[in-house]
């Protein structure tokens, strides 16, 4: 049997998938006085103010091309702390978050951890792919303007 603070794989990965934004993986991994646990909901609240910003005074706004991929780049490092939770070997799992444990089934891979895989590998590709492609277009449109104003 395990005790309380027996830290589950698949637990972890679906937390990292659906709550990294907030540090929900960090929370339940580390607790409260993980530093990086902070800076999770920090550059995601950065993000979604940034796609605010476009909302409200449209695409032209040069603070909000600089905090969206901020929020791309948060919600793919969040799918690729799924994955590697995710694919860790239970050996590994349990020597970093269950050393104390008599068996190793807290760190065992089951179909729920491959569906976080899964899933967080999907989000993941799409957002670290939007975020990409965003800030190149945003990039050479700038320079377009900026070789507008040059050459007039």
């Known amino acids: 049997m395990h005790s309380l603070t027996s830290k589950n ?78 694919l860790m070997p239970f050996e590994k799992w349990n020597a970093h978050h269950n050393p104390d444990a008599p068996e190793a089934a807290a760190g065992h891979t089951n179909w729920l951890t491959i569906g976080a895989v899964v899933f967080a590998l999907l989000f993941g590709a799409v957002s670290l792919m939007s975020s990409i492609a965003f800030s190149f277009q945003r990039y050479f449109e700038y320079q377009v303007e900026e070789a507008r104003k040059i050459s007039q």
């Open 9 to 86: 794989k698949t637990a972890a990965a679906w937390l990292a998938f659906i709550g990294g934004q907030l540090g929900l993986h960090r929370l339940y991994l580390f607790g409260l006085r993980d530093r990086w646990l902070w800076v999770h909901p920090i550059a995601a609240a950065l993000g979604w103010w940034g796609v605010e910003r476009v909302r409200l005074y449209g695409q032209d706004d040069q603070l909000a091309w600089v905090l969206i991929p901020l929020l791309g780049f948060t919600l793919a490092g969040t799918a690729l702390t799924a994955i590697y939770y995710g």
